[in-house]
């Protein structure tokens, strides 16, 4: 009687546990490794360990996602700061709570025989949405190479990475803004890099993970218990390589371990950080982007963007220093 009164116990107690988990809608804009902390969070079981609920949703658009999450649809989003912030300024009850990543991330892939940047005057360039990282990327490159983005030209928006890719071997589009993975897979087709944005050391936003104000005032517990998943899922592809190039298998659906394996060395070890770590000098790039077509962001100030109280409180905690002790 006993034993069994026992396992009748451990039933409610987990099925307490199921039904007071508390749901938490995921979503990030774009296949690449900057989600990777995200993803190895999910794979490695850390949100339900916090009584999450996790459900991870891929929405192919910066732009896109920004709408979704002003819509209440999503508790977080992993995006380019650049829409967070237009988003707010528009009025959108929203914050940045952390940055996946703290520069741009990108090259303009091309075919071998165009030489240089200038060559791509009046040729078709694709990215992922007007606005995106992307699109802010190609941007700045072509004006530090003296090219006028609006007027020497032609910026397409194809939707995702994978379409921007496909537009490039078919011929479609003359050159295109692409990361890891979709970057060394360019490179192992015989495409070729004509700039790194990612050796501009451009400070920037991307992504950044933003969250409805509604959420920090009502259930800041449960952005305390995502920020310690995420934190523990950056350390695990840290320090278990196997695990991390498995999730990013499943992921970015890349079946190549070469490829896997470059992309992982790339992200985790020169991008992403320890902790979402936040820098105000790329927010503040995110903000003078932006002020060329909002006016308003041009007396915006980054600090009125983020609510660092989560991020704060996982550095105190000493989280950090337990994980990384060795």
């Known amino acids: 009687m006993k034993q069994l009164v026992s396992a009748l116990l451990v039933i409610l107690f987990h099925t307490s546990t199921i039904f007071a988990a508390d749901r938490m809608r995921i979503a990030y804009s774009s296949i690449s490794g900057a989600y990777i902390g995200i993803w190895a969070a999910r794979e490695a079981g850390f949100f339900a360990k916090e009584n999450l609920d996790d459900q991870i949703i891929f929405i192919p658009s910066a732009t896109q996602l920004s709408q979704v999450i002003v819509a209440g649809d999503v508790d977080i989003a992993s995006l380019g700061g650049g829409p967070i912030m237009a988003a707010a300024i528009s009025g959108a009850d929203m914050k940045i709570i952390g940055n996946n990543v703290n520069k741009m991330i990108f090259s303009i892939h091309t075919k071998p025989e165009v030489k240089s940047i200038q060559e791509l005057r009046g040729k078709r360039i694709g990215v992922t949405r007007f606005g995106s990282s992307s ?75 933003a969250v409805p104000g509604a959420l920090i005032r009502n259930k800041p517990d449960s952005i305390d218990r995502f920020m ?50 936040v820098n105000m000098t790329g927010l503040q790039n995110a903000l003078d982007d932006l002020a060329r077509s909002v006016p308003a962001a041009k007396t915006a100030k980054p600090e009125q963007f983020v609510d660092m109280r989560f991020l704060e409180r996982v550095e105190k905690s000493g989280q950090l220093k337990e994980l990384y002790k060795n």
């Open 135 to 209: 699109d802010v990327s190609a941007r700045y490159a072509l004006r530090k190479h003296n090219l006028d983005p609006q007027k020497d030209v032609v910026l397409l928006q194809l939707g995702s990475m994978t379409s921007i890719f496909g537009a490039l071997k078919s011929g479609a589009i003359e050159a295109a803004l692409v990361s890891p993975p979709t970057q060394f897979l360019s490179e192992s087709l015989g495409f070729k890099e004509l700039v790194s944005v990612t050796d501009m050391d451009y400070a920037y936003p991307n992504p950044a993970m």
């Open 228 to 277: 310690r998943a995420y934190v523990r899922g950056v350390h695990r592809v840290r320090t278990a390589r196997e695990f991390a190039i498995k999730t990013l298998a499943k992921y970015t659906t890349v079946t190549d371990p070469v490829l896997l394996g470059k992309t992982y060395d790339f992200y985790v070890g020169k991008v992403v950080e320890p902790a979402p770590y």
